[in-house]
């Protein structure tokens, strides 16, 4: 056991922290939830995959470095700690591209992922609908059999990004006679901008349209943009759950760089005794997270999957984000009102942590049941 | 960098865990509890044999240490069976000596080989069973001094541990002792003891709603037990990595957040715990207590919350 890096890997660590310094935009960029924001995050995207910096764990021939996974906790360290801006890609990064290794065809790979990297393509997800959220087996958007294709129609909502991005993926159910919900679903991407389909942007709890509603008219999607064979998209969309996904989606970086600009802020306002130990909890669960994550990447590296202990993870670090911006906010005081400041943004954003990806209340079922051997019961 | 226990110490922690269990704790605990500790000290010889001890005195003093990293892992197997006696202040009095001295070579050997059992704590604080420690050192300005007695035991709320006041005086130990370093250890074996504790106590727990029936069904199928439970174990969970990576750094920022994290995870489980059992629970009779009360005593020993939390603010501000 120990917590040593090699040569290599701190001489990778030293590479990125020396580009980061000399190329992280000095004046943080407008907020990506708006179309001036999404289009400046967008370039920043290709500026970090012109030196092969926006996917460093992703093979080199799609734009990365096979870095590997404790390279990529090490360049997310750097990346957030040197300020540099939210990733617009993450959505698709985090998301599509774990399964398009796992689960796609080599021509899908060699099409989808190298616009990804550079952020030509934006990607937002599709999963839930108005009538399925956490049971999102439920849902109801269809898949029809068409000439080469499918005809996608529905309604999908709360589709982060979609308010500005390009493509999109998510499930549609493709045989409405499968006898049970999550059998006769496929996996499917689509175009925002195809005939047929309407994008209406929802504003989040302050007003930035960081989602959108997708009104789905008859569709046409090739074959080319199944992912694994019809009907099995339940099994192909859960099956990078447990894997990278759940480690990858928040890096361990993110929070150890907020955690200690917390408490430069703390000191700045002289250290006062009312928020001590909720800035402390904050440094703690801060380590905590990376110390996991390190424990989990190691183990991955053994082969072992992470598997629903991903659950712990996405409880933890949702819960600390909420924590550590409300503690900023209650910290400025009468500033913590101003909606125009990175806290405040960041407090915002850290809202919606314990609702995507999972609500919590699904996550500690899951804990419950399939960490700790408990029955199932009504949810 | 490899986070995760080798094989050796994952067996170490195993064959622990086994010779423990088999060792019926729970009637040691109540014996020690009693003042009888002809049960425990029995324990405290095997504890010593499989290498416990040894692993906080250096090789020349016949250990095998300073070993952090598996002096935790046998620690939170310690804390898991609820193991009576001075082991934490033991492993404290032995990092009092990181330089060759006369005393080390007097007192060490017998600590490691545990024929010896110390207590230690700061002057005017309580120590735990001074009456069955053979070496009692009180925590002076003037340095360590190894004290000639003790006053009447005062109860603690776990009545596993039995508190005593040093008698002032006694030889003095070193001049310029390195307090901070055993006070380090102290802090480590508790963060890890309580983590063992919180283990112990949400696999209880767990085992007991999955049999316990109401309305025709096990109460661990309702969500709002699930909910609790899984709480438990997030804190638990990340509680862990914060032991050994202390254990691996010995810091005193992050050992300091090791001992908070690990015993107020230990002592929310406590109260999960005794809520998920229900009346049960609340008997002294039941074993469960046995738990309940160390979660409480492990948060205010060896550093309260408010004093680790200090420890980690003030430690500095490197990138973790």
């Known amino acids: 056991m120990d917590l040593a890096f090699t040569q290599d890997e701190e001489a990778f660590r030293a590479e990125a922290r020396a580009w980061l310094m000399d190329r992280v935009p000095r004046a943080p960029l ?13 370039a920043w995207e290709a500026e970090l995959a012109a030196d092969r910096w926006s996917v460093v764990n992703w093979p080199r021939e799609y734009g990365g470095r096979d870095s590997g996974l404790i390279r990529w906790l090490l360049f997310e360290e750097e990346y957030w700690a040197a300020g540099a801006p939210g990733r617009v890609g993450q959505n698709g990064i985090s998301l599509l591209a774990p ?7 080599e021509e899908q790979r060699a099409r989808v992922l190298p616009p990804m990297a550079t952020g030509e393509v934006v990607w937002a997800q599709a999963w839930s609908e108005p ?8 849902l109801r958007s269809r898949a029809v059999r068409t000439d080469g294709g499918w005809l996608l129609s529905g309604h999908k909502t709360w589709s982060s990004r979609a308010a500005f991005a390009d493509r999109a993926f998510g499930l549609f159910r493709s045989d409405p006679d499968a006898p049970k919900p999550h059998q ?8 925002l901008h195809a005939p047929g389909v309407t994008v209406r942007p929802i504003g989040r709890l302050d007003g930035k349209p960081a989602f959108a509603e997708l009104f789905l008219d008859e569709v046409f999607v090739p074959d080319d943009d199944v992912i694994g064979k019809p009907g099995e998209g339940w099994r192909i969309a859960m099956s990078t759950a447990g894997n990278e996904r759940g480690l990858m989606l928040r890096s ?6 907020s955690a200690e600009r917390l408490r430069q802020l703390w000191r700045r306002e002289d250290s006062p005794q009312h928020t001590h130990d909720r800035v402390a909890d904050t440094l703690i669960g801060a380590r905590a997270y990376q110390l996991f994550a390190y424990a989990a990447a190691s183990r991955f590296l053994e082969g072992e999957s992470i598997g629903p202990k991903s659950s712990l993870n996405k409880v933890f670090w949702s819960e600390l984000d909420l924590a550590l911006h409300e503690t900023a906010l209650d910290l400025l005081d009468g500033e913590g009102e101003l909606a125009d400041t990175a806290w405040s943004e960041g407090y915002v954003f850290s809202l919606a942590g314990p609702i995507y990806a999972g609500t919590n209340e699904i996550q500690r079922d899951i804990i419950a049941e399939r960490l700790l051997g408990l029955p199932k019961g009504r949810r | 960098m490899r986070f995760l226990l080798d094989a050796e110490q994952l067996a170490f922690a195993a064959s622990l865990n086994a010779m423990l269990t088999a060792a019926d704790t729970p009637s040691v605990v109540r014996d020690w509890s ?6 425990g000290r029995a324990l405290w010889s095997r504890i010593a044999d499989a290498g416990v001890f040894a692993l906080a005195v250096p090789e020349e003093y016949g250990g095998l240490g300073p070993r952090p990293v598996e ?6 197997e310690l804390g898991r069976h609820a193991v009576p006696g001075p082991l934490v202040e033991t492993v404290a009095a032995a990092a009092l000596f990181t330089e060759p001295s006369p005393a080390a070579g007097r007192l060490l050997p017998p600590l490691a080989s545990g024929e010896a059992m110390a207590t230690l704590a700061y002057e005017g604080a309580y120590a735990l069973d001074a009456d069955v420690a053979t ?13 000639p007695g003790h006053g009447p035991v005062r109860p603690s709320l776990d009545p596993a541990r039995r508190l005593f006041p040093l008698a002032p005086g006694g030889e003095l130990l070193t001049a310029a002792p390195p307090v901070e370093h055993a006070l380090t250890h102290a802090r480590l074996a508790t963060a890890a003891q309580a983590l063992g504790v919180g283990i112990a106590l949400l696999d209880r727990t767990v085992a007991y709603v999955r049999q316990r029936t109401q309305f025709g069904v096990p109460i661990g199928s309702f969500q709002a037990v699930k909910h609790r439970l899984a709480d438990a174990k997030i804190a638990l969970e990340f509680a862990r990595p914060l032991l050994f990576g202390a254990a691996l750094t010995m810091t005193p920022a992050d050992v300091a957040a090791a001992k908070v994290t690990a015993c107020e995870a230990a002592y929310a489980t406590a109260r999960t715990a005794l809520q998920l059992h229900g009346a049960i629970g609340y008997t002294a009779e039941y074993d469960l207590s046995l738990w309940l009360a160390k979660a409480r005593a492990l948060r205010t020993a060896w550093g309260g919350p408010q004093e680790c939390r200090d420890l980690v603010l003030s430690g500095g501000d490197r990138r973790w």
């Open chain 1, 30 to 42: 407008p907020s990506l939830e708006t179309a001036e924001g999404f289009a400046a995050h967008r």
């Open chain 1, 99 to 105: 399964t398009l290794f796992d689960q796609g065809t």
């Open chain 1, 131 to 138: 009538e399925a959220g956490s049971d999102l087996a439920s």
């Open chain 2, 34 to 39: 009693r003042g009888d500790h002809t049960s």
């Open chain 2, 135 to 147: 070496t009692r050192i009180s925590l002076t300005p003037d340095g360590p001094r190894l004290t």
């Open chain 1, 252 to 257: 361990p970086g993110r929070f150890l760089a």
């Open chain 2, 71 to 76: 002096l935790a892992v046998a620690f939170v």
């Open chain 1, 184 to 191: 006769g679903l496929t996996y499917l991407m689509f175009d």
